[in-house]
């Protein structure tokens, strides 16, 4: 018998995870704090819950995705949590970001009760949610990988067991190490383009497909090109991935110099009230440093080498 699937977290990346289960035929029960946002899932097929502990009361597997480590805790530990609905032999998958010190204590506490645990964050941004084409990274026993692995491949393209619980968070904390670096690399070659007058477009089409190319500049490159600040993943979202990769990295006793550097410039623009812009919003930092905006016509610069 197919198993049931919940999904706790219907927000920019969840809300398409979760169509993409209903799509692949899972019987779907879902959760989310806004209950408006379970409207779209419950036309698609979807049955809505009361809390967290109903939808694992209806489900065998049990997808999380939300903002944070305190927001896991409170959706699988509250007083309306999933360990008070589901039953022992269920399986619990957390796709948030979190700590892995706090996955491995969550797992610990779940198998107390006979739940297991899977940790497998994603990386692809909103579009990868919406087209199923995620990257999921998945901590945790060998057996419960095999047993989530349908439910993964109805919403991922590259799906990988990376080791026990917590390597998932691990290698996602590695995952946004590049995406920030690569972030920050696009965003100064922009500034630079912009500065020595040549065209943006023609410029990125140039560089794109060379071995230069990004992801990144691929996707975000032509948002920023067009003053395109819509979220595939917030400045808020970014940079708290990044408060856990920093304290991670101290506890470890590893150098992060550059990581360090741009989690400082993603809070001066919260500071600034854009932590609900794209990631890629990382460019108006520079842009406050440079004095000047990239994508404006003609290139502001006077200082063209003759």
């Not at 989310?32 to 065998?60: F, H, I, K, W, Y």
């Not at 198998?111 to 999921?136: C, F, K, N, Q, Y």
């Not at 032509?222 to 990295?249: C, H, M, N, S, Y």
């Amino acid at each position: 018998m197919p198993e049931r699937i919940g999904f706790i977290g219907l927000g920019i990346m969840g809300r398409g995870m979760a169509h993409n289960l209903r799509k692949a035929g899972f019987a779907l029960t879902v959760w989310n704090r806004t209950a408006a946002r379970m409207d779209e899932l419950v036309a698609a097929g979807a049955q809505a819950a009361a809390s967290p502990a109903d939808v694992a009361a209806q489900s065998d597997i049990i997808f999380i995705c939300v903002s944070d480590t305190p927001d896991v805790e409170a959706v699988i530990l509250g007083a309306e949590g999933v360990m008070h609905g589901a039953q022992p032999g269920a399986l619990v998958v957390d796709c948030s970001t979190i700590s892995p010190k706090a996955t491995r204590d969550l797992a610990a506490r779940l198998a107390e009760h006979g739940i297991g645990m899977l940790d497998a964050p994603v990386s692809g941004g909103s579009e990868g949610a919406a087209r199923g084409t995620l990257s999921i990274m998945v901590g945790g026993p060998a057996d419960q990988f095999a047993r989530a692995l349908p439910a993964f491949e109805a919403m991922g393209k590259t799906i990988t067991h990376v080791g026990d619980h917590g390597a998932g968070q691990t290698v996602k904390g590695v995952n946004q190490v590049l995406v920030v670096g690569n972030c920050l690399a696009m965003c100064e070659a922009l500034l630079f383009a912009q500065a020595g007058g040549v065209d943006l477009e023609k410029t990125h089409a140039a560089i794109s497909q060379g071995a230069a190319g990004s992801w990144m500049f691929s996707n975000r490159g032509p948002q920023i090109i067009a003053r395109d600040w819509r979220p595939g993943f917030t400045i808020d979202l970014q940079q708290k991935d990044l408060r856990l990769v920093l304290e991670a990295a101290e506890e470890l006793g590893v150098p992060l110099v550059a990581t360090a550097l741009i989690n400082n410039l993603y809070r001066t623009l919260q500071a600034r009230g854009l932590g609900g812009d794209g990631n890629h919003a990382l460019m108006k930092a520079l842009e406050n440093l440079a004095g000047f905006t990239v994508g404006e016509q003609p290139a502001p610069s006077a200082k063209v080498a003759q």
